[in-house]
């Protein structure tokens, strides 16, 4: 299923991008990081690793080319694999590590994996069992043999959600200037940078989300996604 794998805004914006911004040097009021002198200096959000022929490396992690069996193998036992889905919808694999440590980072990791539709429904029809989340979401527990089928999907993205909020400027003085700027309901805002296939969403008061797919393919998973959302009816909040 070709289309992100994002969180809605407590405030309703449909397109479920929210903001990560990464402070560089103080805390203040609950929100910012500390001053990283002294921290490690390795496996930080703001760390992308550019690699040839439009890929990137974040998290020790490839989108778009590593599998979930590779993410398991990185990750170990931390990691909760799942398929969700909404009423009528197809849904999408996923897998949470809840918490994630990223470098000196606290936060939540959510990754999102491709497999054909037809795949997915099975899954779910022969799932072990099911439990309800927030917005109308279910989440269903995959059988032994479908996770093992599950073990070669290819990963497509992350979210990284920390746990302090954050915002524009933090956000530039770790990454610098976006390439594009869309501005959201809510006063937030989506920080574009393709060349890391980076998308960062600011606003004010919230924590957020910080998405990663292979610089190759931010066009279709990413900012055509965030353009089509802009453009459609506005629509009651999700959750």
């Known amino acids: 299923m070709r289309k992100p794998w994002v969180l809605a805004l407590a405030a309703g914006v449909i397109v479920l991008l929210v903001a990560l911004a990464l402070p560089l040097l103080r805390m203040g009021g609950g929100s910012g990081l500390p001053d990283d002198e002294g921290a490690p200096r390795t496996g930080l959000p703001w760390q992308v ?22 993410v398991q193998a990185r990750l170990g036992d931390v990691l909760q694999v799942a398929l969700v889905a909404r009423l009528g919808e197809t849904g999408a694999l996923e897998a949470l590590a809840d918490p994630f440590m990223a470098g000196f980072v606290a936060g939540r990791l959510v990754l999102a994996f491709d497999v054909p539709p037809a ?20 989440r269903f ?22 746990a302090v909020r954050l915002t524009d400027s933090d956000v530039r003085q770790r990454f610098g200037a976006p390439a594009e700027t869309l501005a959201q ?8 940078y393709p060349e890391l296939g980076l998308s960062i969403s600011v606003a004010p008061g919230q924590r957020g989300v910080l998405q990663y797919v292979a610089p190759r393919e931010f066009g279709p998973r990413l900012r055509a996604p965030l353009l089509a959302a802009l453009e459609a009816p506005a629509a009651p909040s999700l959750r």
Do not use: C, Y
Not at 55 to 67: H, S
Not at 153 to 159: E, K
């Open 49 to 70: 690793n550019r690699l040839p022929d439009g890929r990137a490396q974040v998290f020790g992690l490839e989108p778009g080319r590593d599998t979930l069996a590779q």
């Open 185 to 192: 309901p809510g006063d937030a805002q989506v920080l574009l």
């Open 141 to 162: 527990k995959l059988r032994a043999e479908h996770r093992a089928q599950a073990a070669q999907a290819r990963l497509v993205g992350l979210s990284f959600i920390p």
């Open 119 to 138: 795949q997915l429904r099975a899954w779910a029809d022969g799932a072990a069992s099911s439990e309800p989340m927030d917005g109308g979401v279910r």
